[in-house]
DNA sequence: GCACATTAGTTAATGTATTAACTAATTGAC
DNA sequence: GTCAATTAGTTAATACATTAACTAATGTGC
């Protein structure tokens, strides 16, 4: 049973008590952890989950998309947008159907089911964005989203 | 097969142009998946992940916590606790043991070599936090900081 | 001191996410 | 035209995360 007072070593650099970018990236994770509490909650009510709901409104945008262009666009492997897809096709929201002209293809559309649960979120959707963002006015939400992208353009800029 | 001009009425709201609250919460979104892909292949050569490292971050600070303890400082569910613990425990970087005072607890201790390999990674970690934010001044980073605490405060005051 | 509630941890079921290894369809070199 | 390479999608293995349902230990009321 070792009782060691080894870890002193490392709680010395512990806090990063000296590092602006640690402080900021910890407020990412923990702002992120909090948006995602709040959505997984409001979207349980309608039986989805966020990334479902996500899905779902690309799907729309894209109209009739391919499961290739709907991981680009969810920034998601395309194996997950399989098992994704499976699941919400099997709750009825969506269907797939081959793509005539390339058969290795499918194409993705809502169901008249998934189109009318997306009207219905929709209508409240909003007001969930707003809740999320409430301990900021407006001038600082523009200004959050403005570093944020500036932080985000460092690395699309390389990776892209 | 259905050839449907319905989605429209969605697409008018489908850019939500008029929310800076959507827009900040896009961008956390966002810049939370930057940080997750960068910290996940910097840790891979480690053979760890992001939450992995943050647990054993964790233990080390806390002293032979309890699991309990451990959750709560994760903002992390209890049995999503044991099942990670149980993972780096069979990869020998943790050792648990039940505490005699109440036989209920098990108290969780960084190995001998989970303390070692702590070490290595934490000697080149400030760098990988400072990669994150490359794109924003220091000034910058502070002002990022300082406005997500005050979206987190929002809900961290009502919650807990 | 015994029954009941509480607390700590585990197990099971489900969903999200990854990479690696596969099948099937298309394209392209020759 | 056929064989190789590429592309689209799926399946398998693994990890993270949740809630619900369980076991075991402790504490409390009486």
Do not use: C
């Amino acid at each position: 049973m070792p009782d060691s007072s080894e870890s002193i070593e490392l709680n010395i650099r512990d806090e990063f008590s000296a590092s602006s970018a640690r402080a900021a990236v910890v407020s990412v994770v923990r702002a992120y952890g909090i948006v995602q509490r709040l959505m997984a909650t409001y979207f349980a009510q309608f039986d989805l989950t966020p990334p479902q709901f996500q899905l779902l409104t690309i799907v729309n945008r894209l109209r009739k998309p391919t499961q290739r262009q709907l991981a680009r666009e969810l920034y998601v492997s395309f194996p997950n947008v399989t098992v994704m897809l499976d699941r919400i096709e099997k709750a009825g929201l969506i269907l797939r159907f081959p793509n005539v002209e390339d058969k290795r293809e499918k194409l993705v559309e809502l169901s008249e089911r998934g189109r009318s649960l997306l009207k219905k979120i929709w209508k409240v959707h909003q007001e969930q964005l707003d809740l999320v963002m409430v301990g900021l006015t407006e001038t600082e939400q523009k200004q959050l989203t403005r570093l944020l992208h500036k932080m985000i353009a460092a690395h699309t800029n390389t990776t892209e």
